[in-house]
């Protein structure tokens, strides 16, 4: 009878399994967007790599190129389900004020996020320029919880929230960021003693 012998540990690494071609192309978004925060489209694909943990080619059998791997993090990076799920999030029995405090914060770091993303990848954000602008479901949700203390109808409160939140955070217009709870006092309280 022959003796078996087994192969030392590090012989029995398995290498990871596959991903469906859809959930690895999620995976390396998901890996490439603070890259791209960082560094615009200067990132490396070497560098992609890396933080997905995968082989540099790996890339390469979900995206046709990099370029089609930046629109892919562009089309994530300017996709509103995230804040609206956020928002959605926040508890509609808060106070008024605090809830408006909780959306502006969550407003505000999508505002910045978005200009700084844009800053690195401008150019590429042109087949997004013709989109209609979107509304907030979830902010009109909120705003409708506390219908009795608005002057306006809660959809036109969630619109004026992000346009005020927009103007106090956007760096092209305001010098310095407004604090959330700040935005929240001047919305709700306006600039009158």
Known sequence: MRAVHAEPVHQLRRRASALPPGERREMIVRAALPLVLVHGETVTTKDIAEAAQIAEGTIFRVFASKEELLQAVVDRALDPAPLEEAIGAIDPCLPLEDAVVEAATLIQRRVVDVW????GVGHRIHTHEKRPPVQSPALTKLFEAHRRQLAVKPAEAARLLRSFVLAMSHPMISPE????????KRFLYGVAC
Do not use: D, G, L, Y
């Not at 700084?116 to 800053?119: A, G």
């Not at 960021?177 to 929240?184: F, L, N, Y």
């Open 177 to 184: 960021r407004v604090k959330p709870a700040e935005i929240a």
């Open 116 to 119: 700084q993303f844009m800053s």
